[in-house]
């Protein structure tokens, strides 16, 4: 019996010491870029995320990494979105959505972020992006709510009851939305009821908007639903409310120059 025991013990030591084995070493570094970019992104340090990400493209290149090189791209376009830098984002998601060696939800999710950069100043454009989205996102299609919020975004201008229609199903039929998603469905809906000159019920849902953006800590976001508070206070000629909008969006503004800083 003593035998055995010590038999097995020297097993488990044996096995106990067998070398860790390691990932190769490109494969370490793009996976440590694309960490250092979410990280550089969610502090708000869009051009350090720029070039993290772009460091994790080039090592995922190198491996032939499609999954991994389509991720970096994905990041790389927000990242220079959110500098400004549209025309950027828009090259480096070019014929992504169409090579098929790229995961399939991958593409759909690089034809909405394409549909979202088109949404400002090409509705044609940004609405076949938009349709490319949906026939690449697969059922259960995991991007609904935010095709759906582009669908009504879209929408807004010339069939306002359409978009809050679609940004309703987003707020109320779909619990389980991502937060910063049921917050952009219920600011739709409130410029919807803007333009229907429903002011009051503009204010008690983008209302809700703000506290769940305010939950997420969303500055982008906290700057358009502050814009669109001032807009609903005039509507309403309520001037102590327009005043704490105003007081809430040059506090934000001074602090950090989002979008809808540029313009109330």
Known sequence: MKHWMAVLAIGLVACASEPKVEKPVRLQTAESAMRAGNKAFAGERYRDAAMSWQDAFDAYRSIDDWAGQGEARLGLAQAFDRQGEAAAARNV??????????????????????????????????????????????????????????????????????????????????????????????????????LANDAPTARDVLLQAIALDKEQGNSTFLGDDFALLIKVARALDDAALRAEAEARFASLCAAVRVAACKAP
Request: charged content about 20%; glycine content about 4%; overall charge neutral.
């Open 93 to 194: 998601l070019l014929g992504l959505p169409e090579q098929i060696l790229f995961p399939q939800p991958l593409r759909a999710r690089a034809a909405y972020q394409l549909a979202l950069l088109a949404a400002r100043d090409d509705a044609t454009g940004a609405a076949e992006r938009l349709q490319q989205a949906r026939t690449l996102c697969a059922a259960p299609c995991a991007l609904a709510p935010q095709l759906d919020n582009l669908a009504a975004r879209l929408a807004l201008p010339t069939a306002p009851a359409q978009a809050e229609a679609l940004a309703r199903g987003v707020l109320d039929g779909m619990p389980g939305a991502p937060a910063v998603e049921r917050a952009h469905a219920a600011r739709l809906i409130a410029e919807a009821r803007l």
